[in-house]
């Protein structure tokens, strides 16, 4: 089975190689591995002092996990400073987009996106067990996800801060209970999306983290 390629060896966690842009009213950020930096971006620092994952009467799905891409998971989610919560979370689909899909986008845009097409990902999460509130406007996004190939391609993200119509974030619902929402991954003309990953590297005491843990494979 693939095991996700350790970003120091291959992506450094995703760095930024385009500029914003604006798609109708939108900023975008292409993401992707051609960046000329060889730093990795930082996302996230573990706590000062690491809280106990809640002990539910829900399995945790252990880091390291490959399943089918029609199977849930149940994972420790935590937002900002509140709570832990325990999440089920699931792939409800994986669609492949169009260059079309950006065609508002300003030549500089264009030209960066190259000859990659997009991919979308679906995600529905619900939390399970006891729900303190504090995932009211919280979201899933590529600091959880990542997506790949059988040849151990990671895809870049493509990070949007307003509606983007074919795959838009969406946040936990008021009472931080429910979330549907859709990530946006760009592969190379000829590639596919054959797996998706829960790396959640904003908290490394999870254990799914790229770098010190073990992420969850859906594939």
């Known amino acids: 089975m693939l095991k996700p390629p350790k970003p120091l060896k291959t992506l450094a966690v995703i760095p930024l190689i385009g500029a914003l842009v604006l798609l109708a009213g939108c900023t975008f950020t292409i993401s992707g591995p051609n960046s000329t930096s060889t730093e990795p971006v930082v996302i996230g620092t573990p706590p000062e002092n690491e809280e106990p994952i809640p002990q539910l009467n829900t399995?945790?799905?252990?880091?390291?996990?490959?399943?089918?891409?029609?199977?849930?998971?149940?994972?420790?989610?935590?937002?900002?400073?509140?709570?832990?919560?325990?999440?089920?979370?699931?792939?409800?689909?994986?669609?492949?987009?169009?260059?079309?899909?950006?065609?508002?986008?300003?030549?500089?845009?264009?030209?960066?996106?190259?000859?990659?097409?997009?991919?979308?990902?679906?995600?529905?999460?619900k939390v399970v067990g006891t729900n303190t509130g504090a995932l009211a406007q919280a979201s899933i996004s590529s600091t959880q996800i990542g997506a790949g190939d059988k040849q151990g391609n990671r895809f870049g993200p493509v990070i949007a801060f307003a509606d983007f119509a074919p795959c838009n974030t969406e946040y936990f619902d008021e009472s931080g209970t429910e979330l549907k929402t859709c990530i946006p991954f760009l592969a190379a003309a000829g590639q596919s999306l054959d797996y998706v990953f829960w790396v959640d590297n904003s908290d490394p005491s999870f254990g799914y983290d790229e770098f010190e843990g073990d992420p969850i494979i859906w594939g």
């Open 59 to 125: 399995d945790v799905t252990p880091p390291g996990t490959k399943l089918g891409i029609d199977e849930a998971i149940v994972v420790p989610f935590k937002y900002g400073d509140g709570d832990t919560q325990i999440i089920q979370v699931f792939i409800t689909g994986i669609r492949s987009g169009s260059p079309d899909d950006f065609a508002n986008a300003d030549e500089e845009f264009k030209k960066n996106l190259g000859d990659r097409v997009p991919y979308y990902v679906d995600i529905s999460a």
